[in-house]
Nanobody, 125 residues
Framework: QKQLVESGGGLVQPGGSLRLSCAVSGFTLDYYAIGWFRQSPGKEREGVSCISGSDGRTNYADSVKGRFTISRDNAKNTVYLQMNSLTPEDTAVYYC??????????????????WGQGTQVTVSS
């Protein structure tokens, strides 16, 4: 049974940084891709970034390109999302999710089959 657990969310001031972690169990990263998504009240779930578990190829939404960095540690079965230069528009619940490795570049929520419970990120002064 695939499980994904996010951590690292919290309250941060505009311009600050946070690093989110997604610890996975029940499967190995080598055969899957992991995506980060976010959702704020009244908005659709938005794909933020994804990474191939086998070779580390990455994809980013335009809204976070240059500010967010996704990475993985296969030995720890963990994927990270380093978020810098945060703005209030980044406030949302952040989720990680797993999909098949061949879909490594997808930012479509419908392509992802296993989801974590989410972690709240609030950017406010």
């Amino acid at each position: 049974q695939k499980q994904l657990v996010e951590s690292g969310g919290g309250l941060v001031q505009p311009g600050g940084s946070l690093r989110l972690s997604c610890a996975v169990s029940g499967f190995t990263l080598d055969y899957y891709a992991i995506g980060w998504f976010r959702q704020s009240p009244g908005k659709e779930r938005e794909g933020v970034s994804c990474i191939s578990g086998s070779d580390g190829r990455t994809n980013y939404a335009d809204s976070v390109k240059g500010r967010f960095t996704i990475s993985r540690d296969n030995a720890k079965n963990t994927v990270y999302l380093q978020m810098n230069s945060l703005t209030p528009e980044d406030t949302a619940v952040y989720y990680c999710a797993a999909t098949w490795r061949r879909l490594w570049s997808s930012l479509r929520a419908a392509d992802f089959t296993s989801w974590g419970q989410g972690t709240q990120v609030t950017v406010s002064s």
